[in-house]
């Protein structure tokens, strides 16, 4: 269990810092191996095949920037992941979308690194592991900043119209067409999201980084599908989230007392 503890120990040590350093200090990172094992046997030879990966995700942002992605986790060391290209010439599987995960990453001025959609097809059946951890703990934002997305696997088995999530399975057996997606977590985001300047809203939207509705619900920011900021809007949602947040440090200094 070392492993997989000592990710979120490592970030739990970071937040009690924060409070006496918190120029230096990252929120927390996606901190989970995401750990995967495809194998099965080659029909025509009969030898037996298996391939294992981790997964990239974002990291907390920063006390002067955003949150890097995407990366292994803080006790990865030098792991690497598998190149699509030798997945698909080794391994009866196909590589159909490796994209950022919009939405993914933790709101703040500052904001989280952003995880991964990766998504494979079974070209035969052939069976998966995984295990996804921290799924019930969003990698946490700090000074107002908002937590990531947690990591998961979406399996739609051919014949389905709507897939099955996953956090951990042993064994599964995915049927020839089936396609496996793994969602990477993102980081936490730092500083009031109803503080990040505009233009870096409007040019995360525009990189896919932050979908329009994201920019709305996450940092009061209402775009048009020209990405044009409708200003009078973008104040009243703005000034709501600020209320919201101070209403919410309120209830919280009345549960201290």
């Given at each position: 269990?070392?492993?997989?503890?000592?990710?979120?120990?490592?970030?739990t040590v970071y937040l009690a810092m924060s409070q006496a350093m918190p120029e230096r200090i990252p929120a927390a990172h996606h901190s989970t191996n995401g750990l995967y094992i495809f194998f099965g046997k080659d029909p025509k030879t009969?030898?037996?095949?298996?391939?294992i990966d981790t997964v990239l995700g974002g990291w907390g942002a920063r006390p002067d920037g955003d949150g890097f992605s995407p990366l292994k986790t803080v006790t990865h060391g030098?792991?690497?992941?598998?190149?699509?290209?030798?997945?698909?010439?080794?391994?009866?599987?196909?590589?159909?979308?490796?994209?950022w995960r919009a939405d993914s990453a933790g709101p703040g001025t500052f904001r989280g690194g952003l995880g991964l959609s990766k998504v494979y097809r079974a070209l035969q059946d052939i069976e998966l592991i995984c295990a996804f951890e921290r799924t019930k703990c969003p990698p946490w934002g700090l000074f107002g900043g908002g937590p990531a997305q947690v990591g998961y696997v979406l399996v739609t088995q051919p014949g389905e119209n709507k897939p099955t999530r996953y956090h951990k399975v042993t064994a599964l057996v995915l049927k020839e067409g089936a396609t496996v997606e793994f969602l990477s977590a993102g980081g936490g985001g730092r500083g009031p999201a109803y503080e990040r300047e505009v233009s870096r809203v409007v040019e995360?939207?525009?990189h896919g980084y932050v979908t329009l509705e994201g920019a709305r619900r996450d940092y009061g920011v209402?775009?048009?599908?020209?990405?044009?900021?409708?200003?009078n809007e973008t104040h009243?949602?703005?000034?709501?989230?600020?209320?919201?947040a101070l209403h919410?440090?309120?209830?919280v200094k009345e549960l201290q007392a």
């Open positions: 269990q070392w492993n997989m503890t000592i990710k979120t120990v490592i970030d009969g030898y037996r095949f298996s391939t030098d792991t690497r992941s598998i190149p699509c290209e030798v997945e698909e010439t080794f391994f009866p599987m196909r590589v159909e979308r490796y994209v995360d939207v525009l209402a775009l048009d599908a020209d990405l044009t900021v409708m200003l009243a949602l703005r000034a709501k989230l600020a209320q919201s919410a440090k309120q209830a």
